[in-house]
């Protein structure tokens, strides 16, 4: 199979919200990003004086995101000005896009195959959780960490964007006892799978992709947990059930659409966590869970993005 | 030993900020706090028709603090003019401070030390932490989830105040590896406890306060760890170490005082957590930060309380 390879070259600040937009929307099979300062950072680890950037091949002026297209269905045209649209949009929000360049190359598969691997590394991301791509042989400096093994390459959520890691987060707060999860656009089942290893009773992760639910069982099948199921949905419309914790890790916009099916979802002093919000946006998300009966226990912020653990107001 | 009761009555946000100031600058034996909310959410946990709040005696209107003094040493006009000063501050921050009363009481000290029992119970932390008063025999929903042992009377720091919170979880967050860890304002050594089951290589707790030191150092007894050492400081003067991580969870004053002492006592690598900041005090704390090289990887927030995530800016 032949790809369509799309480079994007911008300021790091539209890392997350631009891969979103290709993954989600765009339909991207996949995503490079070759950052300046990750380059910087692996060069500050080693003895400073015997890594010099400009040594390193095509290093970034600031952000490379390559996304891959499969090449039959692709619109060249048509993606560089949805990209393009985006990034202006993205503008008007207030961020800094850099100088911005887009390029476009037909490559083989295999090269991808074999090429994208070397992005995904071991995610060391608490003392309890670490994200570990399929293929690396992982030894954790704590035994009892909890390791989520994934094929990153499968589908959205690959333990490295920040508004996954939110989540995580929030998860290792709000789980402290069996409870039964709920994770409402699952991507790649990172999320349902790091609920399940942290003791979840049970686990429905739910997609309205079908690529996604397909991933999301790839994943579970690495791991090993019996309690997740997956399977399609469009949010909250058909799931009867009524959950402990609800996770959901898309945009804005989308949660607005969940918030007034949260209520008739949650058990009794459930929680819900929130993720994919920009800073920009939160004042509407705030609004709506008040509107809804809903407060906020606890707000984490990285950089714009910011997630929620979210409860019942007391009456 | 006769104690002097201060019952402050007020609205529940100045909870925090009043019981950090009557215990770390009135020198308070010790505080009790009864919310309103907090009898709501236990009459909630049961079938709530069988739980009339009516019935609760002396359920209080919106927060209740009772702060007990030496009845020796305290001088009570002054108290109160203290506390009532302090409130008129937190008011210009724009808190909500509700009808405001304060009454005093002259108390047996045995009276007490049974009496402020039972307003501490284990403190359900997260999946991997919990904060067990010494007396509770407590049974963890999961086997595997670390627990701190305290005697919560001793000083500051009894796991029930966000500002505390905000630090476990940041340390959840960074404790990837064995590291060092220095904990600057130990008080109760509750933070110290917690980096140390974390799997600190070693842990030094500091306190400018005699009492914090044998405190801290009496909850270090009674749990089994043996990496921690604490010892008399102010701040980061006295100390010739580096560390990976240094945490301080005291008011946003003096965490100005420390930023320019930080960068020599970090490891390379190193993180620092911070938290005691009133949102209202965060842009200075990150205007003293960015000036000091250091940058926010991740900000949390509870009500007004905030806690940061903090490593050098990368070059």
């Known amino acids: 199979?032949?790809?369509?390879?799309?480079?994007?070259?911008?300021?790091?600040?539209?890392?997350?919200?631009?891969?979103?937009?290709?993954?989600?929307?765009?339909?991207?099979?996949?995503?490079?990003?070759?950052?300046?300062?990750?380059?910087?950072?692996?060069?500050?680890?080693?003895?400073?004086?015997?890594?010099?950037?400009?040594?390193?091949?095509?290093?970034?002026?600031?952000?490379?995101?390559?996304?891959?297209?499969?090449?039959?269905?692709?619109?060249?045209?048509?993606?560089?000005?949805?990209?393009?649209?985006?990034?202006?949009?993205?503008?008007?929000?207030?961020?800094?896009?850099?100088?911005?360049?887009?390029?476009?190359?037909?490559?083989?598969?295999?090269?991808?195959?074999?090429?994208?691997?070397?992005?995904?590394?071991?995610?060391?991301?608490?003392?309890?959780?670490?994200?570990?791509?399929?293929?690396?042989?992982?030894?954790?400096?704590?035994?009892?960490?909890?390791?989520?093994?994934?094929?990153?390459?499968?589908?959205?959520?690959?333990?490295?964007?920040?508004?996954?890691?939110?989540?995580?987060?929030?998860?290792?707060?709000?789980?402290?006892?069996?409870m039964s999860v709920l994770d409402i656009g699952t991507g790649s089942g990172i999320l349902a799978i790091a609920a399940s290893k942290l003791g979840a009773s049970h686990v429905l992760g739910t997609d309205i992709s079908d690529e996604a639910v397909t991933a999301a069982k790839e994943n579970i099948a690495l791991n090993d947990v019996n309690n997740i199921n997956v399977r399609k949905a469009n949010l909250l419309k058909d799931i009867d059930d009524k959950y402990d914790l609800i996770v959901a890790n898309i945009l804005a916009d989308i949660l607005l659409e969940l918030i007034p099916d949260l209520d008739s979802h949650l058990n009794k002093e459930g929680k819900v966590i929130f993720s994919g919000i920009d800073y920009l946006q939160l004042p509407k998300v705030e609004k709506a869970l008040a509107e809804n009966n809903f407060e906020i226990k606890m707000k984490m912020q990285e950089g714009r993005w910011i997630g929620l653990l979210i409860a019942r107001k007391p009456d």
Request: with cysteine; charged share 30%.
């Open 1 to 178: 199979m032949k790809l369509l390879a799309v480079k994007v070259e911008c300021s790091h600040e539209l890392e997350d919200g631009l891969s979103f937009f290709m993954q989600d929307e765009l339909d991207a099979q996949g995503i490079e990003s070759r950052k300046r300062s990750d380059f910087v950072a692996e060069g500050q680890k080693h003895d400073s004086s015997l890594v010099e950037l400009d040594d390193i091949e095509n290093l970034p002026k600031d952000l490379e995101l390559t996304a891959y297209f499969n090449y039959e269905n692709a619109d060249k045209k048509e993606l560089v000005k949805k990209i393009t649209d985006k990034i202006a949009e993205m503008k008007g929000y207030g961020l800094n896009t850099g100088e911005v360049s887009i390029s476009t190359k037909e490559v083989a598969d295999e090269d991808w195959n074999t090429a994208w691997q070397k992005y995904y590394h071991v995610i060391d991301f608490s003392r309890h959780l670490a994200i570990v791509p399929e293929w690396e042989d992982y030894h954790p400096a704590f035994s009892d960490q909890k390791l989520i093994r994934l094929d990153p390459g499968l589908a959205f959520g690959t333990g490295g964007h920040t508004t996954t890691q939110l989540v995580l987060l929030a998860m290792e707060r709000a789980l402290v006892k069996p």
